[in-house]
């Protein structure tokens, strides 16, 4: 047997335990990427009274960072070795550490001021390296516990599934526990402490969820870092897939960092509007996966995704107008964004194994961390964008911090400000990228063509463009 070619395959068909277990680990990926994206920005201006354009900054250049280390991440688990896998042991160390970590964050031991503001982006920064190692592997493993086509998607559904309710139980809870813990700092003391518990149990599922499935076995690679990049950016499938969900990532996470001042300022309900919003957003998405999956087999993954882009952005647009709506109106344009929202989502998540698949069957060489490191590189680029980009805006429309725990009286001007970047901003992120799947061309033909009937020649140079034959 040649000893390059990949391991076999998992079987098709995978256990449900796997499919359970696997998905629980969004709880880990739900969590913190809604929470910080939520709360993390208005913590930063009505609590800590750090101005708006510092808090942007404060909140962008931690997860900036994980452009850098979410590859090297990717590329130390293609060539980890060890009895649990070669993914497995960063679900479960990363995920421990990344809790521990997430709730340092809103430890507030410097009280308010810039000492406090220093404080928190140290500790997001810490937290989003624990996050890049358990988010990368975790990202990575779908490609490898299955080869079928089809198989991938129902396993992204009990994922996004799983995503949605973690983003609904993070999302609308967490305002819920600041409240009920005192408001300001110590409320949100309570609130990390909660959502670090939510990260243990996802991580607890993952890891033990997955256990006794093969998640690839390390074949040569590429000889660096660089070397594996340059692969990872001749796949042209790939490369047009995650410029455009880094994209629309920073459009949905700029829609998740106006959530409290969209509540607050524009429906006049800072008590419970957050919490409606949220559940009207991700509430949908639990209803409507099984008709995205049955979508997703009759147009074809691409096609789906683009309508549900659409249907995400569509009501975004139309909520310029929440000021004169009812309110039922408004809660009802936000599901109707929630079920664009989650075929968004598992539509890019179930394309990305494709491109992996498609990478591997043409080289022969196992490194899908590496494409998925770029991959959650850039989608945690994009989701820290978004409050950068919404916390710019409030800036510049004049937006008033505080360090009361509650937010002061705002300009017009500031209202206007926080009402553009929750619908015309996301929207037009959204939509701008759809083009850009027009190159996207992976079929399940098209894969099974990309397959090797060969031993595959790893002496060919890694610049050598015969690769794409």
């Known amino acids: 047997m040649n000893p390059t070619r990949s391991a076999p395959r998992a079987p098709v068909g995978l256990p449900r335990r796997v499919h359970a277990g696997y998905a629980l680990g969004s709880l880990v990926t739900g969590a913190f990427g809604t929470v ?38 990717g590329r130390i688990s293609d060539r980890t070795r060890s009895p649990w896998g070669a993914r497995r042991p960063y679900l479960l160390a990363g995920g421990l ?24 982006a140290v500790a997001f920064l810490a937290t989003a390296t624990a996050f890049a190692f358990f988010q990368v592997p975790y990202v990575a493993m779908p490609a490898e516990l299955t080869a079928d086509y089809t198989e991938r998607t129902r396993l992204m559904s009990w994922r996004i599934a799983v995503l949605a309710l973690a983003i609904l139980v993070s999302g609308a809870l967490a305002p819920l526990v600041v409240t009920a813990g005192g408001e ?42 660089r070397a594996q990049l340059a692969v990872a950016g001749r796949n042209r499938p790939f490369r047009l897939l ?19 001042y969209f509540a607050d300022q524009i429906l006049r309900s800072p008590e419970t509007g957050a919490t409606l919003l949220f559940a009207c957003f991700v509430g949908p998405a639990l209803l409507v996966m099984p008709l995205w999956t049955r979508a997703g087999t009759r147009l074809g993954k691409r096609t789906a995704f683009v309508v549900a882009s659409l249907l995400l952005a569509g009501p975004a647009l139309g909520l310029l107008a929440a000021p004169v709506l009812p309110p039922v109106l408004v809660y009802l344009l936000v599901a109707v964004m929630g079920a664009g929202y989650a075929g968004q ?33 850039g989608e945690t680029f994009g989701l820290a964008l978004g409050p950068g980009i919404y916390g710019l805006v409030l800036q510049l429309s004049g937006y008033v911090s505080s360090s009361t725990g509650t937010a002061a009286a705002q300009s017009d001007g500031a209202r206007l400000g926080v009402l553009i970047g929750f619908t015309v901003l996301p929207a037009l992120l959204v939509v701008l990228a759809v083009p850009l799947l027009r190159g996207y061309d992976l079929t399940p033909e098209r894969l099974a063509a990309a397959t090797p009937t060969h031993p595959v020649d790893h002496g060919v140079v890694v610049g050598d463009k015969s690769r794409e034959a």
Request: contains cysteine.
């Open 36 to 73: 910080p994206g939520l709360l993390l920005l208005p913590y930063l201006t009505d609590t800590l009274g750090i101005a708006a354009g510092l808090a942007a900054l404060l909140v962008l250049v931690p997860k900036a960072w994980d452009v850098l280390v979410n590859p090297v991440a």
């Open 97 to 120: 550490t990344l809790a521990v970590l997430f709730a340092a964050i809103f430890a507030a031991p410097f009280g308010a001021g810039a000492g406090a503001g220093t404080y928190v």
């Open 184 to 225: 300001g700092v110590p409320g949100h003391r309570w609130m990390g402490l909660f959502v670090a518990g939510l990260i243990v149990l996802g991580t607890a599922g993952a890891f033990l969820g997955t256990r006794g499935v093969p998640d690839g076995t390390v074949t040569e690679s590429e000889p660096s870092l």
């Open 242 to 260: 995650l410029i455009c969900f880094v994209i629309q990532s920073a459009g949905v996470a700029t829609i998740l960092a106006g959530v409290n």
């Open 345 to 377: 989502q598992v539509f890019a998540l179930a394309m990305l194994p494709d491109c992996i698949a498609y990478d591997t069957a043409r080289t022969g060489r196992r490194q899908a961390g590496v494409f998925t490191g770029l991959w959650t590189a």
